[in-house]
């Protein structure tokens, strides 16, 4: 069975992880065929923005694979934690990813969904960190990247409770931007089409100079904003927007 599937829709590229029989947990093949799948994704030129979800109408990602977890040693752990590692490749995707959150999302789920630029949930949809409660801590990430989205007081409350929260709250404290009315992964691809009608050279240079507000000081970020800007002004994407507007008609952009 294929680990993940890929669906492109026209610009849209769909990534299911699919291990429904163990609620899409993340073991190391799992984590391995994401990662091989997103370096494919980021050498097609054709691809504008993706959309990942869990196979199954019961998980995202229900966390990591436990039982591949206790068989470890300490060595192996840190071996593992020293490689290139699912959530960061993710991260680093230059294109917009979209999470289509269509149930659990639990620990190491959660932390994916994190590394994505979107989040939209289905109404059935939940969301925790329950590492405490196996004496551990995220450690992919989620302590990082959840207070930054969310603050620290809502980061501190579900990975120090252990406890799981639903769509409705999720949405309250900015963990998810949508509930979908309907299928989630019909919305998300929805909304990663009206992502990928926009120049793509922009799309990714916003999306470079938003992810830098998180790490850099506000000088910094305005530094590297202003020259993010100037790349694309320079690209024939910008020639054929502003064209496009001047002469009242859709933009085609050659998406360089």
């Known amino acids: 069975m294929e680990l993940i599937l890929r669906e492109d829709r026209g610009a849209v590229t ?34 504008r923005a993706i959309v990942l979800t869990g196979a199954g109408d019961k998980a995202f990602v229900a966390g990591a694979d436990v039982k ?24 680093a995707v230059r294109r917009p990813v ?14 994916l969904a994190l590394a994505c630029d979107i989040r939209i949930a289905a109404a059935t949809a939940t969301f925790g960190a329950p590492e405490v409660r196996l004496g551990l801590i995220p450690g992919g990430g989620g302590t990082q990247r959840l207070p930054r989205i969310v603050g620290t007081g809502a980061a501190m409350r579900l990975a120090l409770t252990g406890d799981a929260i639903d769509a409705g709250e999720a949405l309250r ?12 992964v019909a919305r998300a691809i929805a909304v990663a089409e009206r992502i990928a009608g926009n120049s793509p050279v922009a799309v990714m240079a916003a999306k470079e100079a938003i992810r830098a507000a998180g790490s850099m000081p506000l000088d910094q970020g305005l530094r590297a904003e202003a020259a993010l ?24 952009f050659p998406g360089r």
């Open 229 to 252: 800007f100037l790349l694309a002004f320079a690209t024939p994407d910008r020639v054929e927007g502003v064209a496009a507007f001047l002469e009242k008609r859709p933009a085609v």
């Open 98 to 111: 979209i999470a289509a959150v269509n149930g659990a999302c639990l620990g190491g789920g959660l932390e």
């Open 173 to 184: 404290i900015g963990l998810v931007d949508e509930i979908a009315a309907g299928d989630v």
């Open 14 to 47: 769909v990534l299911t992880l699919n291990r429904p029989e163990k609620r899409n947990a993340l073991d190391g093949a799992l984590r391995r065929a994401l990662i091989a799948a997103l370096a494919e994704v980021e050498r097609d030129d054709g691809v």
């Open 68 to 91: 591949e977890l206790a068989a470890r040693s300490v060595a192996e752990q840190t071996l593992l934690m020293t490689q290139p590692r699912v959530f960061d490749a993710l991260a």
